[in-house]
């Protein structure tokens, strides 16, 4: 069945829709708590979720990637809520399977701030 971070990237994959529905917090959170059995406090914004994710056992990570690590992506122009994502091993999934770590025009131009968690 895998372990508890690959089954987190195994379910949002299987969750994701081919463009962005505006649902990227809610899409990971339910799949880090379906992966995990627990329960991630909850916050406002994508951009904040980094502290729900220690709160469950995550900590902060460093290259290289594993599968399961979730990136938490400060905001930008247009995007006040930031962003959170999950590595599959090949990709980077949120609500929708995104072409590569930035999830859309306006971050890949900008290139906020970023931090990777991985589940400890």
Excluded at 62 to 80: K, Y
Excluded at 96 to 104: A, E, I, K, L, S
Aim: net charge neutral; aromatic share 8%; charged share 20%.
């Amino acid at each position: 069945m895998g372990s508890r971070a690959e089954r987190i990237a195994q379910i949002a994959l299987a969750n994701a829709s081919s463009q962005s529905q505006g649902r990227c917090g809610i899409a990971v959170r339910e799949a880090i708590e379906a992966a995990t059995g627990m329960t991630m406090p909850r916050v406002g914004s994508a951009k904040d979720m980094g502290s729900s994710l220690v709160a469950v056992g995550f900590c902060f990570a460093d290259a290289p990637l594993q599968v399961g690590d979730v990136a938490v992506i400060q905001d930008c122009q247009g995007h006040p809520h930031g962003h959170i994502q999950v590595w599959t091993g090949s990709q980077w999934v949120s609500d929708f399977v995104q072409r590569d770590f930035w999830p859309g025009p306006k971050y890949r131009e900008l290139q906020p701030s970023s931090v990777i968690y991985r589940l400890r």
